[in-house]
Each structure stands twice: as C-alpha cells, then as structure tokens.
C-alpha cells in the first residue's frame, strides 16, 4: 500500500460515498452560507474507501508517511478517520434538533467518565470490521492502535460513568441532548502504588493529543466572580440590581460527539476549558517578571485543571466552588445564546429545555438562570421564578448527610455576591410558603431553611435543588424511599408529588456488547442481535440456562475473558493470576461505607485460619480476590486500607502454604478501560456496603449482567437485583436497614462483636500485632482501632453474616453446572439495568421530551 494519498483514482463503488468536502464544515448553529446546509458526504464505506481516507489523514493532519509513522501517529490518523464519519451525522442532528425546535436535555454533570472512545466510535457506526481489514492491508493490526488511546480521566465514579451511559442512550434512543461538564486538564488522579500506600500522579491524558474534541474558542463564554451589587433604576423606573463583578475567567468550549448505536444520531458532550481573558502582559515581561507577567493565566486555568481538588483547605473549597459555578454559567450562557434562534422568548424556555442536576455540584446554575433572567433581560421576579422552576429537577445520589454540599455565605457572598443575594430571597419567600401550610411549627421552618445557621452558616445546595426542581429522584427503589423517609422528610411532605425514583441503569453496548464481545455473540446466536438496544429481550435466554450445551460455551466464553484479563493484568500490573480460581472482584471507590474492610478481614481470617491449623489450606476453594479502588487524596482511613490491603496482599501472595488456593491481586489505577476487561471474567462480584448507604450502584449491574453472581446486603439497587434474579441465584447476607437503625438506635458497639467472636479477634489481633506490617503493630492501628472502637459502618456486625453467606458461595462453586445456570440466569433476568430503561423513565417521569427522527 503506498505511502501517499493518490490525487486520482477509480470512481466510488456501490458501497461507497465520495468524501469531497466533509471536512470543511464546522458545527454551526446559524448557517452563514448555502452550502452549510447541504448534506454532508461520509467517508467512503468500504475497505478501500476507508484505507485512503486513513491515509489521507496520516499524510494531512499527522504529516507523516506510514513507513515512517510511529503508533500514535496511526491511532490519531484512525481516530481522525472515524471521527470525519460521525461528523456528517453530528451536524445533520444539529439541523434537525434545530430544524425541529425540539425540547433538549441539558446533563449538568462535574464527572463524565467517558473510557476510551475508539471501541464505542466503532461500535455505534458498525466500522470495526472494515477498520480491521483496512488496517491489515496497511500492515496494521487494530488491537494495537485502540490500546494507544489514553482514556479520559474525567470523573470519579458511579456518578461520572453514569453520566456517560445516559448520554449514550438518548443518542441511542434519538433524544436530543447535551451534555455539560469540565474538560479537567489533569482529571482524576493517575493511581500509583510506592511500598503498599497510594500515591496520587498527574493524570496527563492530553499528552499525546485528543482527536476526539472540537474546540470552540470563537465560542468562549465570559464567566464572573467577585465584587459587589448595587442598585440603579431602569428605563421603565422599576428598581433593579446589578453585579459589578471584580474579575472573569473565558469558557471555551470542547465538543465531542456522541453516537447513537446504529441510528445515524450524535449529540454533543459539551465540555468547558477555563482560560484568562487577559493571559499575558508584555509591559510586566519586558520588565523582566515573568512569572508575573502569566500570573492571570495560571490563576484562570486552575479551575479547569483538576478534577476535584482537595478541599481540606479554605483555598481548596473556594476553587470546588469556582468549577461548580464556571460550568454551569457557561452551559446556561451557551444554551441561551447559541442553541435558540434569534429573538427567542424566554418565557418559553422550558420548552426547550430541561437541565437535570446530577447530583448538588451544578445546584449553582438555579440562582444563575434567576440572575440571568431577572438583571440581564428584565424579567420581574415572579416570571423568572415560575420560568427556573419548569427547567431545572435533581438527582440526589447519595444518603450521607456530609455528602449533601453546604457552602458558606461568606465564600459564596465573596464569590458570587449576586447569587448569594436570590438564594436569600428564593429561601424567604420559600419559608413564608413553609409558615402557611406548617402554621406554627417553627422548628420545622428553620430545619426546612435553605439557609443552615449551625454550625456555621451556610447554603443547603440539596434544599436549595428541592425547591426549584419539577422533580427529586433517587437511584434505586430502595434509595429513594430512604431519601422521602430520612433525608429530606420534611420536604416530601410538602411536596409530595415532587418526589420520584429512576433506578440507575448501565449502556448495554459498552459494558456488554463491546466489552464481552464472546458472550454477545453467544446470546446473539440465541435470540438475535435486537438485545443491545432492548435490553429486556435477555429475559428470552432463560430456556438456554437448563441446555447442557448452551451452559458449556457460556463457561468457555467465561474462560475466554479470564484468559484476556490474565494476559492484560501481567502485561500492564505484572500480576500473575492462576488458573482455576473463583475469580472474587470487588472494584468500586475506596470508602468506609463501601466496606472493602469486611472483604480484607475475609481474607485475613482465612489467613489466620490456615496457619492456626483451623482449616487445612487444601480444604479452601482456589480464589483471587481482586480489589480496584482509588481513595480520595485526603481520605486518610481510605488511604490506610489501601495500604493495609496491598500488604495483606504481598504476604498472602509469597506464602507457599497458600500457593494455589488463595491469592490477592490490586492493580493500580482502576478505570473504565480495566473494568471492560475485569467485569467480564468476574464469578463472583462484592456489593458489602452496609444496607442503607449505598444510593444505587452500577457497578452490581454491570457484573451481573456479565454472568458474575453477587454477594451483597440489601442495599441500593442489590434490592431489585436480587428481586429479578431470584433468591437462589444471589448471596443475601447481612443486616436489612431497619435492622441497621435499630442497632444504631439501641447503641452499637463493635467492641462487644471483637470480645466474643473469636475468628473475628483472631483475625483483628493479627492485623494489630503488626504481622503484615514488619513487626510494626502501630502502622495500622488507626484501621484496627477504628473498627473496634468506632465502626460507623457496622462492619463487625456483619461478619459473621458474611462468612457464613462465603462458605455457601464456595459450596455452590463447587457444583459447576448450578454454578453455571445462575449465571446465566443472572444475564438473563437483568435486562431491566439498561440506562436505555433509565431514560425512559426519565423522559416519562421528569423531562417529557421526545425523540426527533
């Protein structure tokens, strides 16, 4: 195959398109020229058709000949490729949705935690077997080029992938929609191990370049902080206010596409980069201060830099607040200023937009569309009020009291002088409604108060959210009711009718589809290939699980992935896994109330056991567990487990009596790129948080559908998991979270559970003699400790529970053929976990938009 691009060759097959000028056009919302509304030719789709336009990239945008190209030159070429084929289909949405004047759902998320985008970009255009063939006439192999690609560090989570299996459903389900975050310049943490403990690394994912982002900067969007209000009268005599603020920040906007599966659809994640708006004096550097000179630069992209910057610090608190308020400023500013026409009345607004806060970190936006109203287009108070109130509804993610963000009025009033000043009036005329219906009952005034006074005063985000929303959901069934009944009681019982559930749900086509590419072809051989985007259709394997064939390739296809994992894991980790184990998996963040604790103190009894002569090692079932797990920077107790894991786990690992029968892996820096691989080859998959603490998971969703069974209290969305899958076919153990509040209420202490449970004191005792930690007994004192004097989380409580529930997993485990048909029982009962099934409950219960076609 030639180096160069041919400037002349044999017309276009049947199956091919000419690509005469689809580079040419931007993504504008107004066209300013005829021809930017015709149709936009796709890249030929065929073999041939694609190696040339593969080239041409290689040669034009990398400046290179393939002979002399080196990996990323090729995968920045390859993405460049695919990315030329969706943006046809991007800019033929954006004329219908703008065409259509259809109602748009606007995601305000801080985390998108996107994985790599190769694989999905493949997958949704249906180009990955053409891209195979047209790469190996260039001498190049596929798998080579996808695992160049660096994935996006852009969230933490649940909350972050969550965002991201939404999005890629409403592309999937034809609704349009945008999504609105940060592009993080360093993201999430790139998790190193140094002798045991965490060690926080810049994750430098735009190193190499993202050929998966358009940059905008004609598109910026000014955003400002500080100064101070005043009064004035306007034209009409009406007394008004306005914000002289002190100093401003550019949003320059990131666009990346968002495929639809197989439907010609691409939205748009729109993410905001901050810059300064006066980056550089020349007078101070030809003075000779330099670094004065970029000081405004520096001090702008700080905000834009970091995902989540550690906020034990009142500097560390003023910039989380500086992220929160800069997104959303700039997605209210964009939508209204770039995606309605001309001259659009803003008392229409909600219909056309439905902004859903996921989770309090975009709360801010409330009172800046108020602003935006109210100060920049006159609207009186009343209209603006009855306007925010129709687009904004919330997500409440979680059933932590510290989770739910209280920022104080004296950095907000610092900050955002003018925000501070609507939420006081939003919350008094809140209260006055409070008063009437509650006539009397002050305390519950003041516990219903947007503004906190004790212990220091400071806005409720969470009330505040409540207030202004159409609507409040919880992620599992359980959570929302948990959020009605303990969380914000007060609040659904004066608005009763604003509370509702959407259980969480995961995209079909990453997680299954793309990521167990052996087992979608066996369900697709047994039902078709309709299940990826009508997920419930899985319920049609069931007969499958009692066919004696079907259960033997569904364990080879299982096999298969733990071969692959084996191979990645000592490739990337050098860890070794043996052949033959009960593949135990427990990945999610490091926190106390996700209990990774109660799965070490598992390993550490088995340990004990062992060497106490309790049990001989023979008698264990063969085991890996593996961990994947970040702890947040000033996480300190989260920080010790992962310390004290890694420990346990180099002296279990080197131990000759356990060789075989027991090993513990965690490989550092877990992220959606290990999860396509590890879920996959997962039998065993942990969901220990203490019931009642867990808002839903997606993590649990995810295994199951994968063909892994789970053990796990009743907590979250384990509830409707194990109500779908059957009681035989999941590991209950544990306290249900009545119990849980009824020990909490009588006095729980975890002491009396470490005095009269010896394989839990032995286990404990062993940690505190300081045998994983060279003889040093104070080294983990702080985990120990916790546990025996405090255990907020009720881990002691548990144990036993959880012991007992592990020996029947190893009793099952030993039956391969029941073991085998509850795994596929798992698969197939759990089609109700799509993200395609959340969306639609959303679009029912909250946003009531439809699809544009």
């Given at each position: 195959m ?5 400037t002349?060759?044999p ?9 005469t ?16 509304t015709?149709p936009?030719s ?10 040339k ?11 290179v ?17 695919v990315?030329?084929?969706?943006m046809?289909r ?8 703008r ?7 606007g ?22 077997d ?47 929609c945008?999504g ?13 191990f ?9 994750d430098?994912w ?21 100064g ?11 007394e ?8 401003n ?21 729109r ?20 670094a004065?000179?970029v ?16 906020d034990s ?14 997104f959303?400023a ?8 770039n ?56 997500t ?5 009291p510290e ?5 104080s ?21 809140f209260l ?9 009952d ?7 108060s ?11 985000m969470a009330?505040?959210?409540?207030v ?8 599992a ?14 609040f ?8 509702t ?8 086509r ?49 096999a298969?992935?733990?071969s ?9 980790d050098g ?6 184990h ?16 109660l ?5 550490v009894s088995l340990y ?9 090692a ?16 000033g996480?300190?107790?989260?920080k ?9 786990a ?31 080859a ?43 899958v ?6 209950l ?42 003889g040093d007994r ?6 120990v400790?916790?546990l ?9 409580a ?6 007992a529930?592990?020996a029947?997993?190893e009793?099952?485990?030993a ?7 509850s ?17 639609r ?7 009531h ?5």
């Amino acid at each position: 195959m030639p180096d160069h691009i041919q400037t002349s060759g044999p017309a276009p097959t049947a199956d091919e398109s000419p690509s005469t000028d689809h580079r040419v056009y931007g993504p504008s919302s107004t066209p300013s020229h005829p021809l930017a509304t015709a149709p936009v030719s796709p890249p030929p789709f065929s073999v041939d058709g694609f190696v040339k336009e593969f080239l041409h990239e290689l040669n034009t945008n990398q400046g290179v000949a393939l002979s002399r190209s080196s990996i990323n030159d090729q995968y920045l070429a390859l993405a460049s490729t695919v990315k030329n084929y969706l943006m046809a289909r991007w800019l033929e949405t954006g004329r219908k949705t703008r065409e259509s004047q259809a109602k748009t759902v606007g995601y305000l998320s801080a985390e998108y935690l996107l994985g790599r985008q190769l694989g999905n970009a493949l997958l949704a255009t249906d180009l990955g077997d053409i891209a195979q063939r047209g790469l190996e006439l260039c001498g190049l192999d596929l798998a080579t080029l996808r695992a160049q690609e660096v994935e996006p560090g852009l969230g933490n989570g649940g909350l972050g992938r969550l965002a991201a299996c939404f999005i890629d459903s409403l592309a999937t389900m034809n609704v349009p929609c945008i999504g609105y975050g940060i592009r993080y310049e360093y993201g999430i943490f790139r998790q190193t191990f140094v002798d045991g403990r965490q060690v926080e690394q810049p994750d430098t994912w735009l190193a190499l370049g993202s050929p998966w982002e358009f940059p905008h900067p004609e598109a910026s969007v000014t955003v400002h902080f500080g100064g101070h209000t005043e009064k004035y009268t306007d034209a009409a005599g009406t007394e008004r206010t306005r914000w002289v603020p002190e100093w401003n920040v550019l949003g320059v906007p990131y666009n990346y596409m968002v495929p639809g599966y197989l439907n010609g659809r691409v939205n748009t994640l729109r993410l905001w980069s901050a810059q300064a708006t006066q980056a550089f004096d020349l007078q101070i550097f030809n003075s000779g201060d330099y670094a004065d000179a970029v000081r405004a630069q520096t001090f702008a992209e700080n905000i834009s830099k970091v995902l989540y910057p550690e906020d034990s610090t009142p500097q560390g608190k003023e910039l989380r607040l500086q992220q929160q308020y800069f997104f959303v400023a700039c997605s209210l500013r964009d939508f209204i200023d770039n995606e309605l026409e001309e001259g659009f009345d803003l008392h229409r607004l909600p219909e056309r937009i439905h902004f859903q806060l996921n989770d309090t970190h975009p709360v801010i936006a409330v009172p800046e569309l108020m602003r935006i109203l109210v100060d920049d287009h006159g609207f009186d108070w009343d209209e603006a009020w009855e306007v925010t109130q129709q687009c904004f509804a919330y997500t409440c993610h979680t059933l932590l009291p510290e989770a739910l963000e209280i920022w104080s009025t004296e950095l907000l009033g610092r900050l955002l002088p003018r925000h501070l000043e609507i939420i006081y009036q939003i919350n008094d005329e809140f209260l006055a409604r409070v008063r009437e219906a509650f006539p009397g009952d002050e305390l519950r005034a003041r516990r219903m108060s947007i503004i906190a006074e004790y212990p220091s005063r400071g806005v409720r985000m969470a009330y505040l959210a409540t207030v202004a929303g159409t609507k409040v959901n919880g992620v599992a069934e359980l959570h929302s009711q948990l959020l009605r009944d303990k969380v914000l009681p007060d609040f659904s019982e004066l608005y009763p009718d604003k509370f509702t559930n959407v259980t969480n749900g995961v995209t079909p086509r990453r997680f299954v589809r793309m990521a167990n590419p052996k087992l979608s072809e066996l369900i697709t051989d047994a039902i078709g290939s309709g299940w990826v985007t009508d997920l419930e259709r899985l319920r049609e394997l069931e007969p499958y699980a009692d066919d004696p064939e079907f259960r033997e390739q569904f364990r080879a296809a299982k096999a298969w992935n733990k071969s692959r994992l084996t191979d990645l894991l000592a490739q990337r980790d050098g860890i070794e896994l043996p052949d033959g184990h009960l593949l135990d998996v427990m990945v999610k963040r490091l926190h106390e109330y996700k209990r990774q604790s109660l799965k070490l103190l598992h390993i550490v009894s088995l340990y004990e056991q062992v060497h106490s002569g309790a049990i001989a090692a023979a008698d264990l079932t063969p085991r890996t567990v593996v961990f994947g797990a970040k702890a947040a920077p000033g996480y300190k107790m989260a920080k010790d487990t992962i310390h004290l894991i890694n420990k346990v786990a180099a002296i279990v690992n080197a131990d000759p009596v356990l060789e075989g029968r027991l090993k513990v892996a965690f490989p550092a820096n877990y992220n959606v790129t290990l999860a396509e691989k590890l879920i996959p080859a997962a039998d065993l998959s942990e969901q220990i948080s203490l019931a009642g603490m867990e808002a839903s998971g997606t993590g649990n969703m995810k295994f199951a559908l994968n063909g892994a069974l789970t053990i796990g209290t009743d907590d979250g969305a384990n509830v409707e998991i194990r109500e779908l899958v059957g009681d035989k076919h999941f590991f209950l153990f544990g306290m249900s979270e009545p119990e849980v509040a009824q020990l909490g209420a009588q006095g729980y202490h975890p002491g009396s559970y470490y005095e009269s449970n010896p394989r839990l004191k032995a286990a404990l005792d062993l940690i505190w003699s300081g045998h994983f930690s060279d003889g040093d007994r104070y080294l983990f004192d702080s985990v120990v400790t916790n546990l025996v004097h405090n255990d907020r989380f009720m881990v002691l409580a548990d144990f036993d529970s959880y012991l007992a529930t592990q020996a029947k997993v190893e009793e099952k485990y030993a039956d391969v053929d029941a073991w085998t048909r509850s795994a596929v029982l798992n698969v197939a009962r759990s089609g109700f976990f799509s993200s395609d099934r959340s969306m639609r409950d959303y679009l029912k219960r909250i946003w009531h938009t439809q699809p544009v076609i």
